[in-house]
């Protein structure tokens, strides 16, 4: 499946964002979807993942209270709704996506995610 990422931008501390995820190729009702973020000389970081039914989410301890993950499988698109953004949240985004094995599984490593989106850059400003 292949993935364009939409809605990064510069931002003020304390702001917020809507990235998009959109699909195309195959639906992604099959898929758990995840969104990473990644910053120069740092290992891709998770920070949320949700499940092929939308049901069961997960957040990085970093992001959690803050960030929301959705899907819309009807709309092949994922979302992640950033608030109170701050300046080390600074880094370019990525969405993913691998077939999942059941409705409520998710995933938490980026080596088990199979398609990956170019990313788009967040920059929150201080």
């Known amino acids: 499946v292949q993935l364009v990422e939409s809605g990064g931008g510069l931002v003020q501390a304390g702001g917020s964002l809507r990235l998009s995820c959109a699909a195309s190729?195959?639906?992604?009702?099959?898929?758990?979807m995840g969104w990473f973020r990644q910053t120069p000389g740092k290992e891709r970081e998770l920070l949320a993942s949700i499940s092929r039914s939308g049901g069961s989410t997960y957040y990085a301890d970093s992001v959690k209270g803050r960030f929301t993950i959705s899907r819309d499988n009807a709309k092949r698109t994922v979302y992640l709704e950033m608030d109170s953004l701050r300046p080390e949240d600074t880094a370019v985004y990525y969405c993913?996506?691998?077939?999942?094995?059941?409705?409520?599984?998710?995933?938490?490593?980026?080596?088990?995610?199979?398609?990956w989106g170019q990313g788009t850059q967040v920059t929150v400003s201080s």
């Open positions: 993913a996506a691998t077939p999942a094995v059941s409705s409520g599984v998710y995933y938490l490593r980026a080596n088990s995610y199979n398609d």
């Open positions: 190729g195959r639906t992604i009702s099959g898929y758990a």
